[in-house]
């Protein structure tokens, strides 16, 4: 079966392999506290910022979810309220989680064929932080490098903290430009769900210090406490902080990475354009994502065509929020080939060309 879901997504052939060696080496039982978790968890710091082009001077977390990183932002890093800007359905989701937390919590939704609004913008001065999602899994768009850039240089003097779940792994982030970076695994990284990552910058440590918020397990001056020796908060998911280690060790640098999926997306959304029986979800090509690729079309057409594709092993994202029942979604992540584009394409052109 071809799985293109865009979350939990397909998993590296090589994990099979790396189960096997994380067994046959003991990861499975090593204790948290024990030098030898010391060893991976300093090593792992060190890949993912040599992989990931992470500044040396930002931190990096590991916790069990994205969604942890909502909760720990929320409690941490905002006494009044953060801003979030959105236009889908996770945005809008972080949004809702952070005012069960902080009540106070506001937020302004654009247009999902409308660049975010930087200019239009207008945050109270009891704003702490600026919360956006760089790609929204949700309907296949994404914010730019240039617009992260012009929301940085405005607000200089507010946090900004960025959801990159569907694009942390396999686009060239430039981390610099905004303050909390946060990811799950079982997208770009290609593993198994149950770990995130978490990338702070220096300002983001002073404020967590500042607020002095220790009330949780999770709490952000603990985790950076706990880092300091390359430990963690709670027992952490050994077992996928080690695939994860096995898997950035075997990639190739991410600017190679983020030129390949920029290139497939763009193959994509150009085979794609001339079907009459679905058309592409989101019309402005400057704020599509080079990782999530979303069609539309009626209901009826929408299952039709997801269970075609089933009966031809070839599973389809479903469609998410808004467009849960009218939509589905193609994941354009580094561990699919060029060979599975190929069957995909083959399909599409076999029944509705």
């Not at 998993?11 to 067994?23: F, H, I, K, N």
């Amino acid at each position: 079966m071809l799985t293109f879901y865009p979350g939990p997504a397909k998993v590296y052939p090589e994990v099979r392999d790396y189960l096997t060696m994380a067994y046959d080496e003991g990861i499975l039982s090593i204790p948290h506290r024990s030098d030898r978790f010391v060893q991976l968890s300093k090593s792992l710091v060190t890949l993912l910022r040599k992989q990931l082009n992470i500044p040396q001077d930002y931190y990096i977390y590991f916790v069990s979810s994205a969604t942890e990183c909502w909760e720990i932002i929320a409690q941490s890093l905002t006494l009044q309220k953060s801003y979030h800007l959105y236009n889908g359905a996770f945005g809008e989701k972080w949004m809702e989680y952070a005012k069960k937390i902080k009540p106070k919590v506001e937020g302004q939704k654009f247009d999902i064929n409308e660049e975010l609004p930087v200019s239009s913008l207008d945050l109270s001065d009891d704003t702490e932080l600026i919360c956006i999602t760089q790609n929204e899994t949700s309907n296949g768009t994404q914010i730019k490098e240039t617009t992260i850039l012009n929301l940085f240089n405005r607000y200089r003097d507010k946090l900004i903290a960025v959801d990159a779940t569907s694009s942390m792994a396999g686009v060239a982030l430039k981390y610099i430009k905004a303050d909390i970076w946060f990811a799950s695994v079982q997208k770009c990284f290609g593993l198994p769900a149950g770990l995130g990552i978490m990338v702070c910058s220096p300002r983001t440590i002073f404020r967590a210090k500042e607020i002095k918020e220790k009330g949780h397990y999770n709490s952000l001056v603990t985790l950076y406490e706990r880092m300091l020796n390359y430990q963690t908060t709670n027992t952490p998911n050994v077992l996928n902080l080690y695939l994860l280690h096995k898997v950035l060790e075997n990639r190739a640098a991410i600017k190679i990475i983020d030129q390949t999926l920029v290139k497939r997306a763009q193959d994509l959304y150009n085979f794609f354009e001339p079907f009459t029986n679905f058309t592409l979800l989101i019309t402005n090509p400057d704020v599509r994502s080079g990782t999530v690729v979303a069609l539309t079309a009626s209901e009826k057409v929408i299952d039709e065509i997801k269970r075609n594709a089933l009966r031809n092993n070839i599973m389809l994202g479903n469609g998410y929020g808004t467009w849960a029942k009218t939509s589905f979604r193609i994941a354009n992540f580094p561990q699919h080939t060029e060979d599975e584009f190929d069957i995909l394409k083959s399909f599409f052109l076999s029944f509705y060309s």
